[in-house]
């Protein structure tokens, strides 16, 4: 784990953005091309990234059936998969936190065996069950990083984003379009008749209870369900705005 913090100040009069990036390392010249966008189509904004990886350099947990070949991956077949220069460009950073995946798989199964879980039968496989806690606890540690943060430079931001690396924005994020006083998240198919959890931007409080699915939710369902369950249990207004897809 690393980690720093810049205790750097913002510019007077312009609003302030928490991104928070969190999961695989997939597609990751597509996190630079984002932020880019971001920036470019939010210019009363600055940004600062709170990044939260898991260290995998195993091809096959990476590129599995659902992505569409080694072009979207930046990688070839044998080469190290997990490449960092694919952040040195990306000058918002301000917190980043990488831990190895098998330490996560050893972390969530104990979190698993040891929670009184409500199961689903449709849940899926042991592996789909860390995958989906693994998910929740990068989005509940970024949140955490963020909280530090505030908490060392006594600051609000205006809205807080979460995201993955392998995302692609079909249509422009333009953060004064979001609706107010809710967390909005991408268009598109609702599974399980959950919440959409690959991209959602709120105000900061909002974004927080977002952020506690991992910590407080007591279902194993369907990841979208998980979500689901912990923005009924906060009373979480949510709306889907943004067309943003994954990136296979």
């Known amino acids: 784990m690393s980690g720093y913090f810049a205790l750097t100040k913002f510019r007077k009069n312009r609003k302030t953005a928490a991104v928070c990036v969190s999961g695989l390392f997939r597609c990751p010249h597509k996190l630079k091309e ?5 920036k470019t189509h939010n210019p009363d904004y600055e940004f600062k990234l709170f990044v939260h990886l898991w260290e995998v350099n195993d091809y096959q947990i990476i590129v599995n059936e659902h992505w569409r070949g080694d072009e979207a991956m930046d990688f070839k077949r044998g080469e190290d998969v997990f490449n960092l220069d694919y952040l040195n460009p990306i000058d918002e950073i301000e917190t980043l936190c ?3 995946f098998q330490d996560s798989i050893d972390f969530l199964r104990r979190e698993h065996s040891q929670r009184n879980y409500t199961h689903d039968k449709r849940s899926g496989s042991q592996h789909d069950k860390v995958s989906a806690l693994s998910m929740f606890y990068g989005i509940w540690r970024t949140n955490e990083m963020v909280r530090e943060y505030c908490d060392k430079n006594d600051h609000t931001f205006d809205v807080q984003i979460r995201m993955r ?3 692609r924005f079909n249509d422009p994020i ?3 379009k979001m609706a107010p006083d809710k967390v909005n998240v991408e268009t598109g198919r609702r599974w399980r008749s959950g919440i959409p959890d690959c991209f959602a931007i709120g105000p900061q409080h909002l974004m927080h209870k977002y952020s506690q699915t991992f910590k407080q939710t007591d279902v194993l369902y369907h990841p979208e369900t998980m ?3 912990n923005c009924d249990r906060h009373n979480i207004p949510w709306v889907q705005t943004y067309n943003v897809v994954i990136d296979r």
């Open 98 to 100: 990488i831990q190895p």
């Open 174 to 176: 333009c953060i004064n």
């Open 34 to 38: 984002n932020i880019e966008s971001l």
């Open 227 to 229: 979500l689901k369950v």
């Open 165 to 167: 690396t392998d995302l």
